[in-house]
């Protein structure tokens, strides 16, 4: 059943949909599932499982509902054809919770009261529409007892139970929820208390439902929440009444204009400000999933940044107080020297720092140096830069995102990490392992503070966290992990790799030396043969005497890759010497469907296990261009209009894209100067890391904004 719903939905066979849903059953990771069972779904890409799991998880939940809902109504006595084939058609929780609106228990309501003062008979009589003297059906309501002393009391009655009668009926809902969302306005104007703030565009404010953007329902939300702004959806009753009318009159006599009277109220007290609710919650909901899709994605571009591989880096965590913290590390991450400095105190302390720094170059050659965004990042940057150009050695630097690197450092994995470094230094260390492998470190801090998105604390949060958890989870195993010198917090996002079996890897790493084999793995406590089987594949052994255990295949691959080394005259020892550059081509000459007959395997699985052995132990990241290194610096007072530069985009946003140009402060690209075709979005075009070249359309230094275009800028211009 939900294998044909999902086919249909993401335009895939029935039968990968079908052995998908297998697949996620039986407790398989997405990872695995996209990267070593591609023959069963088509070769379908990580997002795409993730999002068809999230679509099957919907489906299922809506059913379970549906199931909750017809047994709730078939105990009150209340089922019929017409019920059923309404739940059977709805493809919405909402449309479901419309269906049994009249049927859920109520809290008390002027309906209730007064069907507690007997007046339902009257109500239904009312309803009917039929010729009746309305007054003196009225009368035989009359009771002292329950309180219905007149005819107009009565007739009040049970106009409030038509109204709410009206209220619950799901068409009415669903037909008003539609010419809301095609005719509505937003409307928004300023509270009474409302000052001057980040909110006055929205003063005095209104744009149709169905054209405003995710990115301004959240500033209005907030903004509303802030208090500064009152939020409303505007449209015209009138349009709305018309609907009510056609399906509630059936009659134009003295019944019909009393139902008329109940629907007005029954739309202006139960329905508007209800539906008015959904709808904003809707837009909520909708801008939500866009940010939180907007955010994985720019996690995803900042994850995968290629490494600064082969470096000794000096981290420097700028600070003004309290100095500067440096930190040196290794090609490896290790971590030489320490050191804390201060560039912002008095000239003697400046020319101090300088020495410092200098020495610290020449000591342990350092190459790089990365200096975090925070806090007197650009009186550390424009104190590098002099420090740089007063030395022989050739040292260029990154101004890198410290974001969460606060966090990190008082955490327990970088106490456990770094035992005898002040959380301090532990910072400084961070940041240059973020130039050096920005995966590998950007691992150990919760992805939601890492920054790379809009409004990330107004989003749903256990939503955001399992969208960005799959990101990271994704980017760890498309890179995969070197288990000998994998972190816990590393290893724990690999394919099947629990925090607790992650400890377990390193305890065993600690108590047994290096790992010799990936077969080794199967003696680590609490990691059975289905963890094996997620995770074997996305660890690299480069310390194995198999080299088959260096690279993507998967272990129970193993076979199959050399029945094509010995299919096409080659050994295993050819993968370590870089002897099998000829590999595709001699496969293409048996024919690649041939040959993976002759291995047992799918041409899919086929074509990764060449592309593994040809290039044993690839990271993906390499094949991007690498980061933009510095040299010089420049101050917002020195840039002009019409100046050509080069930057770094830091991050993507609905509106545009923030670039570092070598300024303190990151310059926006509106989404109208990215490109001379129009664009939906600027993801569309650019993606977090790519490197643009810009031309600067304005500055205002007192506001500290900077303008860029890209359009019209060749790209080799600077």
Do not use: W
Not at 199 to 208: C, N
Not at 421 to 429: E, K, W
Request: a negative charge.
């Amino acid at each position: 059943m939900y294998a044909k719903t999902l086919a249909e939905e993401f335009n895939i066979k029935e039968e990968y949909a079908a052995n998908l849903i297998a697949l996620l059953d039986e407790g398989n990771t997405i990872p695995f599932i996209a990267r070593y069972r591609k023959e069963m779904h088509g070769t379908l890409d990580d997002q795409t499982i993730r999002a068809i799991s999230e679509r099957l998880e919907y489906l299922r939940n809506l059913d379970k509902r549906r199931d909750e809902v017809r047994h709730l109504i078939d105990e009150l006595g209340q089922m019929n054809e017409e019920i059923e084939a309404a739940l059977q058609k709805a493809k919405m929780l909402t449309e479901i919770e419309d269906i049994y609106r009249p049927y859920k228990p109520k809290r008390k309501t002027r309906a209730s009261v007064a069907k507690e003062k007997g007046l339902d008979g009257l109500a239904q009589a009312v309803f009917a529409q039929q010729p009746l003297d309305v007054q003196a059906e009225a009368r035989k309501y009359i009771n002292e007892e329950k309180g219905v002393l007149t005819e107009e009391e009565a007739l009040q009655g049970a106009l409030d139970i038509i109204a709410e009668q009206v209220s619950d009926n799901a068409e009415i809902r669903k037909r008003l929820k539609n010419i809301i969302r095609l005719n509505a306005l937003v409307r928004t104007k300023a509270t009474d208390e409302a000052q001057d703030s980040v909110y006055s565009l929205y003063y005095d404010y209104s744009e149709p439902v169905k054209n405003i953007p995710g990115h301004r329902i959240l500033a209005i939300d907030r903004g509303e929440r802030e208090g500064f702004l009152k939020v409303s959806i505007d449209i015209e009753a009138a349009k709305c009444l018309t609907i009510i009318d056609r399906l509630m009159l059936t009659a134009q006599n003295e019944c019909a204009e009393l139902v008329k009277t109940a629907c007005e109220d029954a739309y202006s007290r139960l329905i508007f400000p209800s539906v008015e609710r959904e709808i904003r919650s809707e837009l909520t909901e909708a801008a939500d999933e866009q940010a939180i899709k907007l955010f994985a994605l720019n996690l995803r571009q900042l994850l995968m940044q290629p490494p600064v591989k082969g470096h000794t880096v000096i981290g420097l965590d700028p600070g003004y107080r309290t100095g500067c913290k440096l930190a040196v590390v290794d090609a490896t991450g290790r971590v030489l020297d320490t050191a804390v400095i201060y560039p912002t105190h008095s000239a003697a302390q400046i020319a101090k720092s300088k020495q410092t720094l200098k020495n610290m170059i020449k000591k342990h050659h350092a190459e790089v140096i990365a200096i975090g965004n925070g806090t007197a990042s650009k009186e550390t940057e424009l104190f590098t830069v002099e420090c740089i150009g007063e030395i022989d050695e050739k040292v260029s630097y990154m101004v890198v995102s410290e974001a969460g690197a606060s966090v990190y450092s008082a955490s327990k994995l970088a106490a456990a990490e770094m035992p005898d470094l002040d959380l301090t230094l532990r910072s400084a260390v961070s940041i240059a392992r973020r130039l050096q492998d920005p995966l590998a470190e950007l691992v150990k801090i919760e992805p939601k503070a890492i920054g790379v998105g809009q409004y990330q604390h107004d989003m749903p949060q256990k939503q955001l966290s399992e969208a960005l958890d799959g990101v990271v989870e994704d980017c760890v195993n498309a890179v995969g992990a070197d288990l000998n010198t994998a972190s816990p917090a590393l290893l724990s996002r690999v394919a099947g790799v629990s925090a607790a079996v992650s400890k377990n890897i390193v305890a065993y790493r600690e108590e047994n030396g290096a790992f010799t084999s990936r077969a080794e793995l199967k003696k680590v406590s609490k990691l059975g043969p289905k963890t094996f089987e997620q995770c074997a594949g996305f660890l690299r052994v480069p310390e194995s005497s198999n080299p088959l255990d260096h690279t993507g295949v998967h272990p129970e691959s193993y076979e199959a890759a050399k029945k094509l080394l010995l299919l096409c005259g080659y050994t295993t020892a050819d993968i370590t010497n870089g002897g099998l550059e000829g590999l595709r081509q001699k496969t293409d000459a048996i024919g690649l469907t041939a040959a993976a007959e002759q291995l047992g395997i799918g041409v899919p699985t086929l074509t990764d296990i060449i592309a593994e052995l040809t290039k044993p132990g690839r990271d993906p990241r390499d094949e991007l261009p690498p980061p933009l290194l510095r040299t010089d610096v420049l101050d917002i007072k020195d840039l002009k209009p019409g100046m050509v530069l080069k930057g770094t985009v830091r991050n993507v946003i609905d509106f545009g894209v923030f670039v570092d140009i070598g300024v303190h402060q990151d310059g926006l690209v509106h989404i109208s100067q990215i490109s001379e075709k129009r664009i939906k979005h600027p993801s569309d075009v650019l993606s977090v890391g790519d490197i643009v070249t810009v031309s600067i359309l304005s500055v205002d230094t007192e506001k500290n904004r900077i303008s860029l275009t890209i359009k019209g800028v060749p790209k080799d211009a600077h």
